[in-house]
């Protein structure tokens, strides 16, 4: 499960600044949109780093009846370990 964003916010800001950015503008969609609101928090503000946000909303986005959500988050979450360079190229993607 995600940690407070409290505890973990300050520590973003530092290392992760486009993560950062991101989480700032999911919280002012969901202050904004009520309607969002859970859409955001599921997609964006469950999570503490980008890598398991975007893995999350592709396997949700991929899922299948033969092929469920959580096995291809777990293979996602095995991809991320062996290519932790993936999370610069989410990065370079949301930066262009």
Same mark, same amino acid.
């Given at each position: &499960?995600?940690?407070?964003?409290?505890?973990?916010?300050?520590?973003?800001?530092?290392?992760?600044?486009?993560?950062?950015? #991101?989480?700032?503008?999911?919280?002012?969609?969901?202050?904004?949109?009520?309607?969002?609101?859970?859409?955001?928090?599921?997609?964006?503000?469950?999570?503490?780093?980008?890598?398991?946000?975007?893995?999350?909303? #592709?396997?949700?986005?991929?899922?299948?009846?033969?092929?469920?959500?959580? #096995?291809? &988050?777990?293979?996602?979450?095995?991809?991320?370990?062996?290519?932790?360079? #993936?999370?610069?190229?989410?990065?370079?993607?949301? =930066? =262009?």
């Amino acid at each position: &499960m995600a940690k407070s964003r409290q505890s973990a916010q300050p520590h973003i800001k530092t290392c992760d600044p486009q993560w950062a950015q #991101l989480l700032q503008e999911a919280e002012a969609v969901r202050a904004h949109e009520p309607a969002l609101a859970s859409f955001v928090y599921a997609t964006v503000l469950a999570y503490d780093r980008l890598e398991d946000a975007v893995c999350h909303r #592709l396997a949700q986005r991929l899922s299948h009846v033969d092929v469920d959500a959580g #096995l291809l &988050m777990h293979t996602f979450d095995e991809v991320l370990a062996a290519e932790p360079a #993936l999370g610069d190229a989410f990065r370079a993607d949301l =930066a =262009a």
